[in-house]
């Protein structure tokens, strides 16, 4: 398949075309085709943009409609009756069965903007510049999301001070036995820890790109305690997990937490259309008009298919029902596979229908994912050094596709692990059964 043109004129900065080196044409549901007339089944989804799968037909026809119709499609902030329609559905759909009351802010398209606007308010709010962070997370790559970065690659692109962070060990981070919101705590009450007293705390429930690491309800009630035993504001970046990808809308509803600022971006169109949002708690919208803005602050086009999406798939419970048993039915498959192959050293994390298969070999998931690829499965690796298999699949995914795409994966796994030198199997076989991690 002839890539020249994207390789002659395309920045190196591109990344997944180098993973999935294919032209794609065509895709629905949970299927993508080249322009060969190749299948793949998607457990990619995105990064978790397409949760209710390619040109889902529910949201496709509104969105024909809109257009066909002339509906406004730019308007920067005005009104517009597609962003009435949103926020009426929002608030009905979401808001008030939870009860929730939030302030929607309409940010620049995309997660980072609405990350970089959740720390300039509560910065404003708090009248202070420190935000804690957490190992491993990711929160974009502009400034002040970057800033909350972990990751040192992209970290060492920014060119410039990274600065009014703190990183503080997420759970788990040092193993099951070591609770890190003791430490936290510990830093936010000794005056000589060197922790200036922060305007915030920025989270993800579940680190994707950090590795599929997954906080318990009970550590992420303690953050909850000590953000406002210390004047902290708490934000919850829903970006990649929340819009059903743990089961519930939000991906912190189970612990009981209520977040002072919530980003949201991803699915939240639906269809794949760039949108992102912050929900305010009322008190703390103190913007002056205009005060944080930006060209296109508000996707006409996604808010027709995001109502839609809303009423469809979240005005009862059976569609998180539904995410449920596949989830079932994917840790169960991947925990099957940890046993079936000892050799890989795997092991598997996650919540809902974001699962992560970890491996201790050095190189071996981004293997798999490359040989998963040529059997027709397009699936990425995260985690610190890519040793993380990420399942990011449709929540609308058939059951049958979803089994398909595991029995590849299954496949995969075999055959990397038949290519691996004796020594490097054996050395996971200690790995596995001797206790004790690398």
Known sequence: MDLNIFDRLESEVRGYVRSFPVVFSKAKGSLLFDEEGKQYIDLFAGAGTLNYGHNNDVLKQPLLDYVASDGVVHGLDMATSAKKAFLETFERVILKPRNMQYSMQFTGPTGTNAVEAALKLARKVKQRQNIVSFTHGFHGVSGGSLAMTANSKYRDAAGVSLANTAFIPYDGYFGPDVDTMSY?????????????????????????????????????????????????????????????????????????????????SKSLSGFGL????????????????????????????????????????????????????????????????????????????????????????????????AQAFKHGVVIETSGANDEVLKFLPALTIEEVQLRQALDVLDRSVAEVVAAQPEQKQANARVIKFGGKAR
């Open 274 to 369: 760039p949108m992102a949002m912050v929900l305010i708690k009322p008190e703390l919208d103190i913007w002056k008009p205009g005060e944080h803005n930006g060209t296109f602050r508000g996707n006409n086009l996604a808010f027709v298919t995001a109502a839609k999406a809303l009423e469809t798939y979240w005005a009862d419970d059976r569609f998180t029902q539904s995410i449920a048993g596949k989830a079932t039915l994917l840790r169960d498959f991947l925990e099957n596979m940890v046993h079936s192959h000892p050799a890989a050293g795997l092991s598997v994390r996650g919540r809902g229908l974001i699962q992560g298969l970890v491996s201790d070999i050095p190189g071996f998931s981004n293997k798999v994912a």
């Open 184 to 264: 936290f705590e510990r830093m936010l009450e000794d005056r000589s820890s060197g922790l200036d007293a922060p305007a915030a705390v920025i989270v993800e429930t579940v680190q994707g790109e950090g590795g599929v690491n997954v906080a318990t309800q009970r550590w992420l009630k303690e953050l909850q305690r000590l953000c406002r035993r210390h004047d902290m504001l708490l934000i919850i970046d829903d970006i990649q997990v929340g819009c059903g990808r743990t089961g519930t809308f939000f991906s912190f509803e189970a612990a009981g937490i209520e977040p002072d600022l919530i980003t949201l």
